[in-house]
């Protein structure tokens, strides 16, 4: 069993940065690989960015290449979402998930626990 607790939302301007946090439960972290996805209102669940267990592998939805960053920190079973040059496009509850395998998914049907998530709003 994995507990999933994001922090790190909230509301800042067109071209700002955040940075989201998951903190996972559990000593078996290291096994797990992990995503964030996010919703909009009004709109479904989707993915954003995944990496595998040890962190060698990591993927990125299109919409945010080259602008959100994926990391995680093993020891600290944490992983992290470093989001820059937001866009008011990007406002939307954002979860993590996480996958008992070693390789990540960008399917959230693949996912096996989630967090509560947290809101990040972009305002232009």
């Known amino acids: 069993q994995v507990q999933l607790v994001e922090s790190g939302g909230g509301l800042v301007q067109a071209g700002g940065s955040l940075r989201l946090s998951c903190a996972a439960s559990?000593?078996?972290?290291?096994?797990?690989?992990m995503g964030w996805f996010r919703q909009a209102p009004g709109k479904e669940r989707e993915f954003v960015a995944a990496?595998?267990?040890?962190?060698?592998?990591?993927y990125y939805a299109d919409s945010v290449k080259g602008r959100f960053t994926i990391s995680r920190d093993n020891a600290k079973t944490t992983v992290y979402l470093q989001m820059n040059s937001l866009k008011p496009e990007d406002t939307a509850v954002y979860y993590c998930?996480?996958?008992?395998?070693?390789?990540?998914?960008?399917?959230?049907?693949?996912?096996?626990?989630w967090g509560q998530g947290t809101q990040v709003t972009v305002s232009s």
């Open positions: 998930g996480a996958i008992r395998r070693a390789r990540a998914s960008i399917d959230e049907r693949d996912y096996d626990y």
């Open positions: 559990g000593r078996t972290f290291g096994n797990y690989a």
């Open positions: 990496i595998s267990w040890s962190g060698s592998s990591t």
